[in-house]
């Protein structure tokens, strides 16, 4: 097999050199992230803080950007969302090293001018088939967040329609505008 067809392990990803690239796994093959524009980490920053303020304040778990979530083994899946929840029942007393084995409660992705809709849908499916309860797509173009569920039909708001986490992060709520700022 040719190194460039060789699949990689969550383990082996763990262990490349800190280079400033970023990478993720999808079915053991290395996926290269590009760097993210000005609005894009805005976005991530401005929704992680409201986020984690309201998390932190009522001690619900954690917030965190960009983390690892090993989603699978034998060809190994690790996605790195934008912003993402852990319950606080979920986290063992020992913080983890490394990636964090399963999934998030609640995956975020800020979309870039240059993701592809298939793309996205493709992680989101993954996400929700893996695990992760609820993934919001947000859309800073179009100024909406789509939302994704297991057990209900996605939904797409817009400017002042209420992005309600409730059901992942009690009772967070914010107007999708608040977001977009």
Not at 92 to 104: D, I, K, L
Request: aromatic share 6%; glycine share 6%.
């Amino acid at each position: 097999m040719s190194e460039a067809a060789r699949l990689v392990t969550a383990e082996e990803l763990e262990k490349f050199p800190d280079d400033d690239r970023r990478y993720e796994l999808v079915e053991g093959r290395l996926i290269c992230m590009t760097p993210v524009g000005f609005q894009h980490g805005r976005i991530v920053m401005h929704f992680g803080s409201l986020l984690h303020q309201h998390v932190q304040s009522r001690k619900l778990g954690v917030v965190m950007t960009e983390v690892g979530f090993k989603l699978a083994s034998n060809t190994d899946n690790v996605r790195a969302p934008d912003i993402a929840f852990i319950r606080q029942d979920r986290i063992p007393r020992s913080e983890p090293r490394g990636f964090w084995n399963g999934p998030a409660d609640l995956a975020v992705e800020v979309l870039s001018p240059e993701d592809r809709q298939s793309d996205v849908l493709t992680k989101v499916e993954q996400y929700l088939m893996r695990g992760v309860a609820l993934v919001v797509a947000i859309d800073p173009v179009a100024e909406t967040a789509a939302t994704f569920r297991r057990s209900a039909p996605s939904a797409t708001l817009h400017g002042v329609e209420l992005l309600d986490l409730d059901d992942v992060v009690p009772g967070f709520r914010c107007r999708v505008e608040e977001i977009c700022l």
